[in-house]
């Protein structure tokens, strides 16, 4: 159980663009999501925390308008890179928790989004 | 500030050897902790978890130990498997609903 599935796998798209990432729960229903970043060879670092129904909550440093974050049911949320540069390419990593297990996240297999 | 960080960037073992991955972490209000196992191209596994009332907790070929009083958490793999071999991550949670990612062990497991 508890699994989470991410899509796209991989995407490359022009420099301007936007691009979507959705993020699912299959088998629970996931209160609180979370979105992560990874640069090659480095640590997740979250970026923002959504609860299903409400906006979400960005770490500092992160600009919501850049990384647009819906949460409309209790199974999907996304992630939507708007105005894409070279600089957003990165694993962008997605993790879901229920409201029965506390603390635990259960983790995507992650988007690598490469800009041109 | 809040930190979690590893001591060993990168670990080398045998096939059928013990493996110790240590973490460090610097928030002492810190309840819930959880190692995980990252493979290339792929996202964080869940491995095992431990609270702050316990300072063990055992899976299977995995032991997690934690101490509080120079707050320090480790991964203990027995008989270490080329499968082991991948990023590990220890990550705690301050009641902030967030995880802190520390900054990761390479595991390579050699025949």
């Known amino acids: 159980g508890a699994v989470v599935s991410q899509h796209p796998s991989r995407v490359i798209c022009k420099s301007g663009t936007s691009v979507k990432i959705e993020c699912r729960s299959l088998?629970?229903?996931?209160?609180?999501m979370f979105w992560y970043r990874q640069f090659p060879k480095q640590s997740l670092m979250l970026m923002a925390t959504s609860n299903e129904g409400s906006k979400a909550t960005y770490e500092q440093g992160v600009e919501k308008d850049k990384f647009l974050i819906n949460h409309a049911s209790l199974t999907l949320s996304t992630l939507t890179v708007t105005s894409a540069h070279p600089e957003d390419s990165s694993f962008y990593i997605c993790s879901a928790r229920t409201s029965r297990v506390a603390d635990t996240q259960y983790f995507g297999p992650g988007t690598r989004l490469t800009v041109l | 500030g809040e930190s979690v960080g590893l001591h060993l960037p990168t670990l080398s073992v045998q096939e059928g050897d013990n493996s110790i991955i240590n973490c460090a972490y610097s928030?002492?209000?810190?309840?819930?902790f959880i190692w995980y196992k990252q493979e290339s191209g792929k996202g964080p596994q869940f491995i095992i978890d431990?609270?702050?009332?316990?300072d063990k907790r055992q899976g299977q070929r995995v032991t997690v130990l934690l101490n509080k009083t120079v707050k320090h958490l480790s991964l203990q793999i027995a008989a270490t498997q080329p499968g082991d071999s991948a990023v590990y991550f220890c990550a705690e949670n301050i009641k902030t609903d967030k995880l802190i990612f520390g900054t990761g062990t390479r595991l390579q497991v050699f025949p």
């Open positions: 088998d629970f229903q996931a209160t609180t």
């Open positions: 431990i609270r702050s009332n316990m």
């Open positions: 928030n002492s209000a810190s309840d819930y």
